[in-house]
């Protein structure tokens, strides 16, 4: 019966989620609205981890389960893809690698930015 609450407390926060992108006057993904809302849900002590704990486990131990139809559908367009794939491969490569250099150098900055701040309490 835990199992079920646990779903149930998941797909609810989904199910909200999908109503407030319904209702929201611009496009924004049900998926991110739903993780927000969990998030504050857990923040706020609405809900406790141990109320989603063990099926949020389950669910990201199997994700890469869900991106098997995504990654089977792609073949179906394997002959329109054929003819671009050296450019595929390049815009991979590339947005890999802007990827990881911005998120360094975000963290860098984030961690130069709270020794500032770090040091000015000191001061103060």
């Known amino acids: 019966m835990k199992i079920l609450k646990q779903f149930g407390v998941i797909f609810g926060v989904c199910w909200i989620s999908l109503v407030i992108e319904h209702y929201l006057p611009f496009s924004f993904p049900a998926s991110v609205i739903g993780m ?20 949020a486990d389950f669910l990201l131990s199997n994700m890469a389960f869900f991106f098997v139809p995504a990654g089977v559908s792609i073949i179906n367009y394997f002959d329109e893809l054929k003819s671009t794939a050296v450019q595929l491969i390049l815009i991979c490569i590339i947005s890999t690698v802007v990827t990881f250099a911005v998120t360094a150098y975000s963290v860098m900055f984030t961690v130069h930015l ?11």
């Open 36 to 55: 927000v809302l969990l998030l504050i849900c857990l923040l706020t002590g609405f809900l406790k981890i141990e109320h989603v704990q063990e099926k």
């Open 114 to 124: 709270m020794k500032k701040w770090k040091d000015r309490r000191e001061k103060a």
